[in-house]
């Protein structure tokens, strides 16, 4: 089970972080990630960290002003968004991906958290 929180309404330029807790798997082994959506769009991931390789993704859109990170002892992931944009806005799910396959079809999903940048 993961849930998320820290999604909000917040103007252009503004910083926000979304926190992720996870309960009742082995979190560590797990690739991480958020994903969002936008009304009228596909779900797309946003940040991930994948523990086999020790890699970071960020989609274009958001490098240099997201951050993901995590704290194993904790079983939380992060995400801090800086310079916010109004093209962020969506919700923001945070995902886990314990075995080999697809996010959408093999990873734990929180319920979503929405983000809304607007002046």
């Known amino acids: 089970q993961l849930q998320a929180s820290g999604g909000g309404l917040v103007q252009p330029g503004e910083t926000l972080r979304l926190f992720c807790e996870a309960s009742?798997?082995?979190?560590?082994?797990?690739?991480v990630g958020w994903h969002r959506q936008a009304p009228g769009k596909e779900r797309e991931l946003v940040a991930a960290l994948y523990v086999l390789s020790s890699t970071t993704f960020y989609r274009d859109s958001v490098k240099g002003r997201f951050t993901i990170s995590r704290d194993n002892a904790k079983n939380t992931v992060d995400l801090l968004m800086t310079s916010l944009k109004p093209e962020d806005t969506a919700v923001y799910y945070c995902?886990?991906?314990?075995?080999?396959?697809?996010?959408?079809?093999?990873?734990?999903w929180g319920q979503g958290t929405l983000v809304t940048v607007s002046s």
């Open positions: 995902a886990a991906k314990c075995i080999p396959g697809t996010w959408e079809e093999d990873a734990h």
């Open positions: 009742g798997f082995t979190f560590s082994n797990c690739a």
